[in-house]
C-alpha cells in the first residue's frame, strides 16, 4: 500500500502523486525484463524529463523544480521503490548537477544547466580511480595546462551512466596535495576519452557502470568549474547532497521488500493460517517496518536540515548509514520471509537483497561514513 506521507505542501502532494503515476505506468511494466537482461532502458530518463523529476530540487530559473529536499528526497524512495537502478541513476543525475549549479558562472549555467535539469542531457560523477576510492586525495588522472585548456591522461572508475552521460564531472589533479585537484566538466564525445565495457555487478544491472580512459584528451578552459584546486572542497560538498539521495533510495528499496514480504505472508498458509499470523513472522515483519520507517525518518531529518541552511554534514553520514545498512537487512530478511521461494528469480526479492548490498558501498562506504560521524564528535 502507498507510504503515508507528511508533506510540506499540496503541490508536494499532487508531485508524489504524480510520481506514483509515472512509476507504475512507465517503469513497473519493464524493470523485471531489463534487470534480468542486463539492457539500458532507451526512453526512460527522457520520459522522467519531460515529467520534469530530474531537476527538482534546483531553481525554476534553471529549468528546475524549485522543490525543497525534504519533497525530492521523497521522490527517489517512490522511484526506488519501483526500480532501484533508475532511482540510484537520477539522484547521481542530480549529484553530477551540483558542482555545475553552485561553483559555475553565470554564462556555464547558462549553456548547461538548463539542459541538464530537464533532461536533455544526462550528467555523470566522475571522481574514483583504481586506486583512489575512499581516499579522494589520492586523485591520480592528470589534467595538464595546453592553449586555451586541459590536455587529460588517466583512467576514472565507477561511473554511473559511463559511456551513456553526456556530460562527467571529472576531478583531475592539476596541482600537488589536496589542494591540487580541480573540477571538469568534460563531454563524451571529447576526443581521446573512452569508456570501458560495463562493470559485471551482482546487481543494479540496467544502468551501466564504466570506466573511462583518456590518453591526451583535450577540454576547453571554460569547461573548469570553479577555481583550479577547489576540486575537492566541490566533491565533498557534492556528496553530502548525494549521501542524502542513497539514503533515500536505499529507503525506497527496503520499502519494496517489506511490501512483497507482508504481500507473501498474507497469501501463504500453514498450519491451517496466512504465515503474517503467526507471532513470530509478525515479529519479524515489524522490525522490517521500524527500520523503513527509522530509515526514512532519518534522511527526512537531513534534509530539513539542508532545506533549513544548516550544517548537515553529519545527518547525511548518518541518513546514508542507517537507511542502506536498513536496507541490507530488510532484503535480507525479505528474502527469508518468503523461504526458498525468496532465494529464486521468480520473485523479486532476490534481486533487492543484491542490489542493497552495494549501497552500503557507494557515495562514501558505511565504514567512511562512521569515520565522518565520528570526527563530528571529536570536534
Not at 181 to 189: F, G, K, T, V, Y
Not at 323 to 330: G, L, N, P, R, S
Request: hydrophobic share 40%; aromatic share 8%.
Amino acid at each position: 500500500m502507498p507510504v503515508d506521507r507528511l508533506l510540506p505542501s499540496d503541490e508536494a502532494h499532487d508531485l508524489i502523486d504524480l510520481v506514483r503515476d509515472v512509476g507504475d505506468r512507465l517503469l513497473e511494466p519493464i524493470v523485471d525484463a531489463h534487470e534480468k537482461n542486463e539492457t539500458y532502458p532507451d526512453g526512460v530518463f527522457a520520459a522522467l524529463g519531460d515529467a520534469g523529476l530530474l531537476g527538482l530540487p534546483y531553481p525554476e530559473e534553471h529549468d528546475g523544480g524549485g522543490q525543497p529536499y525534504e519533497v525530492y528526497l521523497q521522490v527517489l524512495e517512490e522511484l526506488a521503490s519501483r526500480w532501484a537502478s533508475v532511482s540510484v541513476a537520477v539522484s547521481v543525475h542530480g549529484l553530477a548537477c551540483f558542482p555545475l549549479f553552485t561553483y559555475g558562472t553565470d554564462e556555464q549555467k547558462q549553456r548547461w544547466l538548463p539542459d541538464l535539469l530537464n533532461g536533455r542531457l544526462i550528467g555523470a560523477y566522475s571522481l574514483s580511480e583504481p586506486q583512489a576510492g575512499s581516499d579522494a586525495a589520492a586523485v591520480a588522472c592528470r589534467a595538464t595546462p595546453v592553449d586555451g585548456g586541459y590536455s587529460v591522461t588517466g583512467t576514472k572508475s565507477w561511473i554511473t551512466h559511463g559511456g551513456i552521460a553526456d556530460v562527467y564531472n571529472t576531478f583531475v589533479r592539476t596541482g600537488e596535495g589536496s589542494k591540487g585537484i580541480s573540477c571538469l566538466l568534460i563531454p563524451r564525445e571529447s576526443d581521446g576519452l573512452e569508456f570501458g565495457r560495463p562493470e559485471e555487478k551482482m546487481g543494479l544491472h540496467a544502468v551501466p557502470t564504466a570506466a573511462a580512459s583518456y590518453s591526451d584528451a583535450f577540454v576547453g578552459a571554460d569547461r573548469l568549474l570553479g577555481e583550479p584546486g577547489q576540486g575537492l572542497q566541490i566533491a565533498f560538498s557534492a556528496l553530502d547532497s548525494g549521501r542524502l539521495g542513497i539514503a533515500a533510495c536505499a529507503t525506497g528499496l527496503a520499502q519494496a521488500a517489506l511490501d512483497a514480504a507482508v504481500d507473501y505472508a498474507k497469501e501463504r498458509q500453514t498450519f491451517g493460517k496466512a504465515i503474517i499470523d503467526h507471532q513470530g513472522l509478525s515479529f519479524l515483519l515489524a522490525d522490517m517496518a521500524a527500520a523503513v520507517d527509522s530509515a526514512r525518518a532519518t534522511y527526512l531529518d537531513a534534509a530539513r536540515r539542508r532545506d533549513a541552511g544548516r550544517d548537515y554534514s553529519r545527518a547525511a553520514a548518518t541518513a546514508k548509514l542507517v537507511a542502506t545498512d536498513a536496507a541490507m537487512k530488510v532484503t535480507t530478511d525479505a528474502v527469508q520471509v518468503l523461504g526458498g521461494n525468496g532465494y529464486t528469480r521468480d520473485f523479486r526479492v532476490e534481486r533487492f537483497m543484491r542490489e542493497a548490498k552495494i549501497m552500503q558501498i557507494f557515495e562514501g562506504t558505511n565504514q567512511i561514513q562512521r569515520l565522518v560521524i565520528g570526527r563530528s564528535l571529536a570536534k
